[in-house]
C-alpha cells in the first residue's frame, strides 16, 4: 500500500467544484504535485507546490493543504477533467518520491 | 520545447534485464536543480517511481528496486539510462521517463510519452 491514501474514486456534476484529497505524514511537511493521466496518455502534471500551476493548466485548478492532507479542487469542472488524479510527494523518511494510489474522477 | 523520449526493447525474457533509454530533446540534461527520472506504470495499477539522476551521476532508488535498479547517464548525448535487472512478471509496465524538479519541494514537469515492456519468454 502506498504511504499516500486517495480515495479511489470521486464523481462530480458538470459545472460543479469538486476536491480530491491525498493523506500521508509526510504531508504534514512537504507539498504535494498533482498529476492528471486521461486514458492512454503520460501523466501531466497540474499543480506543484504551494499552489502552482504550469503554464497551459486552467485556472480551475488550485491546491491546498492542511495537516495531513492535501487537495486537489477543481472549480466549475468539465467533461475533459474527466481522468486519474495522482498525488506525489515525499515518503514518510523524508528522502524519496512515492505516489499516492491515484483517484479516478468521472464527470456526470 | 523540452521533450523526452524513451526506447528500448519491448520485451525482455524472465531474469533477464530490461534496458531502456530516454532521449532528451530541446534543452540541456545539465540544466541545474533538475534530475531525471524514470516512472512505472503496470497495467490497470498507479505509478510508481523507480529513481532518479542527477547530471553529475548522483542518483537515488526507490528502496524497493533498489537491488536491482542502475541508472545511468550519458551528458554528451543527452541520455539517461534505465537497467532492471532479474525481472519477472510483475515488472510488465509502461515506463515514463520525466524531468524531475528535486529540491524542498518536488516534481516531474515534463514526461515522455511512455514506452510499454512485456515481461515474457
Known amino acids: 500500500s502506498s504511504e499516500l491514501t486517495q480515495d479511489p474514486a470521486v464523481s462530480v456534476a458538470l459545472g460543479q467544484t469538486v476536491r480530491i484529497t491525498c493523506q500521508g505524514d509526510?504531508?504534514?511537511?512537504?507539498?504535494a504535485s498533482w498529476y492528471q493521466q486521461k486514458p492512454g496518455q503520460a501523466p501531466v502534471l497540474v499543480i506543484y507546490?504551494?499552489?502552482n500551476r504550469p503554464s497551459g493548466i486552467p485556472d480551475r485548478f488550485s491546491g491546498s493543504s492542511s495537516g495531513n492532507t492535501a487537495s486537489l479542487t477543481i472549480t466549475g469542472a468539465q467533461a475533459e477533467d474527466e481522468a486519474d488524479y495522482y498525488c506525489?510527494?515525499?515518503?514518510?523518511?523524508?528522502?524519496?518520491?512515492?505516489f499516492g494510489g491515484g483517484t479516478k474522477l468521472t464527470v456526470l | 520545447q523540452l521533450q523526452l523520449q524513451e526506447s528500448g526493447p519491448g520485451l525482455v525474457k524472465p531474469s533477464e534485464t530490461l534496458s531502456l533509454t530516454c532521449t532528451v530533446s530541446?534543452?540541456?540534461?545539465?540544466?541545474?536543480?533538475?534530475?531525471w527520472g524514470w516512472i512505472r506504470q503496470p497495467p490497470g495499477k498507479g505509478l510508481e517511481w523507480i529513481g532518479s539522476?542527477?547530471?553529475?551521476?548522483?542518483?537515488y532508488y526507490n528502496p524497493s528496486l533498489k537491488s536491482r535498479v542502475t541508472i545511468s547517464v550519458d551528458t554528451s548525448k543527452n541520455q539517461f539510462s534505465l537497467k532492471l535487472s532479474s525481472v519477472t512478471a510483475a515488472d510488465t509496465a509502461v515506463y515514463y521517463c520525466?524531468?524531475?524538479?528535486?529540491?524542498?519541494?518536488?516534481?516531474?514537469?515534463?514526461w515522455g510519452k511512455g514506452t510499454t515492456v512485456t515481461v515474457s519468454s
Open positions: 539522476i542527477y547530471y553529475s551521476g548522483s542518483t
Open positions: 507546490g504551494k499552489n
Open positions: 520525466a524531468r524531475h524538479y528535486y529540491d524542498f519541494d518536488h516534481y516531474m514537469d515534463v
Open positions: 509526510s504531508l504534514r511537511s512537504y507539498y
Open positions: 530541446g534543452g540541456s540534461i545539465s540544466s541545474s536543480s533538475y534530475y
Open positions: 506525489n510527494s515525499r515518503d514518510s523518511s523524508g528522502n524519496h518520491p512515492v
